[in-house]
DNA sequence: CTTGCCGGGTG
DNA sequence: CACCCGGCAAG
């Protein structure tokens, strides 16, 4: 069963999908969905979950309903899937629908079905296997639904060795290429930007885990179909709840409640002893100038850095650490380089990052500013030479454009290149293939500049 | 080699 | 306008 994704409304929170490209049995090909179809340009929204509030891709996930890029808010009011299934007495014990994480598709919403996807091909249009294996997300608590609040939990089917989990949305990993699955033990260096903080002994709990790294295959999913190759070319990273609580709620309230109190627990525990943070391998503790420290348990959430610079997005868990990145490794030299050329990145754990793109304006204030604004352009003011890494639209006011016309006798300083930086993201072309041509959007039809996924 | 897309066509 | 494509830069 597919629902058109235009009627798909989404809520913020609670993931319980799952998604990944792992999985196992051979399945039937259904018809791309277009991005473009869903929310305006928003090339990845997320759905409905609860009823209750729309988002996209940009949005922060469980506050905000709207894009952070303003342009599709007011498309995100569309009736619930939920609500309209319920309508046609369709809905069963589930209040959760579960999705097709590659096309969105909403193809359960009852528990029973939950597992039945028909929907089955990758981001490239691909056919994949069945999602079976993907949809094994267990209850583990049916509970009796009455409403949000009691809504059931949640186990990831990718890792059920550990407690109740919440398997959140699986999103485009917004740090590059996914790697090749980490030995278990090396993850700790490795993990880039999806990892919380890890308690000491408490292993695998305090942490966010990228799928493919996190466990076995799920209990009843065949072995096959998890084999190396397809985890090594996973576009997508799951993004596992692994905090500590076992009774995480698959409600909004729950879930700001359990951040509530992860916060508060972060922030006793700092205070006590020097956390060995070793998420990124380096101190964090560094003065840096900023103010590192508050910024680290702001709202249970890790502040980090990412870098802008074209295709290297490096993520340092200070602004010190990776204003010295940009400089020693893309600027070489420079001691005024600009550090806009990163992004705070505040990331909590139920936060699937998106794909970094962001807004220059800080105009955004997700709900109320009660908390986390999850990308948000550094307090720095930099007094540097305009070096714009990439098309990012974080540097300057106005965007310097090429203008082959304008011969001014302003002899660039240095070496900048005028020429407008290839966009970084896959466009339709490499999207859905020459053999899809009739996919594409009309300006990649046309060799014009990609107007589906912009950068 | 492939990809993105600018500039310059054509109807 | 819509549409196509050579050619180039970058990867
Ligand atoms: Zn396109």
Known sequence: MRKSSEELDMDKVTAAMVLTSLSTSPLVRSPPVRPSEIFGNCPDPFLCQLCQAGGCKYSELLE?????????????????????????GTASTAIIPYYCGDNNDVYSYGLEDAFKCSISQDHHGIPQPSHMAVLQKRLIEHGTVRGVESAPQLQCSRDLRRGARLCLGVRACDVGPCRPPLGREDSEREVPVTHLDREPRARGRG??????????????????????????????????????????????????????????????????????????????????????????????????????????????????????????????????????????????????????????????????????????????????????????????????????????????????????????????????????????????RWKKACQRFTD
């Open 64 to 88: 905000v309903p709207v894009c952070i890029f303003g342009k599709h808010s007011s498309k995100l009011k569309r009736h619930c899937p939920l609500k309209d299934s319920q309508a046609r």
């Open 207 to 444: 942490a966010l885990q990228a799928e493919g790294q996190s466990a076995e295959p799920a209990e009843g999913a065949s072995a096959a179909g998890f084999g190396g190759e397809q985890r090594d070319s996973a576009p997508f990273h799951s993004w596992v709840c692994t905090c500590v609580h076992g009774d995480l709620q698959t409600s909004v309230r729950g879930i700001i409640r359990h951040r509530r109190k992860l916060e508060a627990a972060r922030m006793s525990t700092n205070r006590k002893r020097v956390p060995k943070l070793r998420a990124f391998g380096k101190s964090r503790n560094s003065p840096s100038g900023e103010k590192a420290g508050e910024a680290a348990v702001l709202n249970s959430m890790k502040v980090m850095f990412k870098c802008l610079w074209k295709s290297c997005g490096k993520v340092l868990s200070t602004a010190a650490g990776i204003q010295k990145h940009i400089r020693t490794v893309h600027l070489g030299l420079s001691r005024s380089a600009p550090t806009t050329l990163y992004l705070v990145h505040t990331d909590h754990a139920y936060q699937a990052t998106p794909p970094v793109t962001i807004p220059g304006s800080a105009k955004f204030t997700p709900n109320g500013g009660s908390f986390s604004i999850s990308w948000q352009s550094p307090p720095v003011t930099f007094t540097g030479i305009p070096v714009s890494p990439t098309h990012h639209h974080l540097v300057g006011p106005g965007e310097q454009r090429q203008h082959p016309h304008t011969v001014l006798s302003s002899p660039p300083r240095g070496t900048v290149s005028l020429r407008k930086p290839r966009g970084e993201g896959k466009k339709c072309r490499k999207v859905y293939g020459m053999e899809n041509r009739d996919l594409w959007c009309t300006a990649c």
